[in-house]
């Protein structure tokens, strides 16, 4: 036989009394990364796939999401060229070290170094 709920909070609704605009948005601005942005270790490595082109592949952030979708747009906007971010690392189209490891630097990430070929 079914458990019978005797209150909202069991169904996992909570009501709340404050400006509920103010209240939700409050906390998405203070997302803080684990690490700070000059301590993380992050690498850049010039990939070849195929049809010989290259793919510069970013990885090594300790950030969320959303931080590194931006990043991303933003470093893709920079080198006028296009790419994606899957499993926490930036894809960009073409061989962009150089380019990438000056934008990185130029945000914070002082221990971004270009590793592999």
Avoid: W
């Amino acid at each position: 036989m079914a458990k019978k709920l005797n209150s909202l909070s069991e169904l996992g609704l909570v009501y709340s009394t404050g400006d509920s605009k103010n209240d939700l948005n409050s906390n998405s601005d203070s997302i803080e990364p684990g690490t700070p942005k000059k301590m993380q270790k992050i690498r850049v490595v010039p990939e070849s796939v195929r049809g010989g082109k290259f793919v510069t592949r970013i990885f090594g952030f300790e950030e969320n999401n959303e931080v590194i979708n931006e990043l991303a747009k933003r470093l893709k906007e920079k080198c006028g060229v296009g790419g994606s971010v899957k499993e926490g690392e930036i894809l960009i189209q073409g061989n962009q070290v150089l380019k990438a490891i000056e934008f990185l630097n130029g945000l914070g990430y002082s221990n971004c170094k270009k590793a592999g070929g």
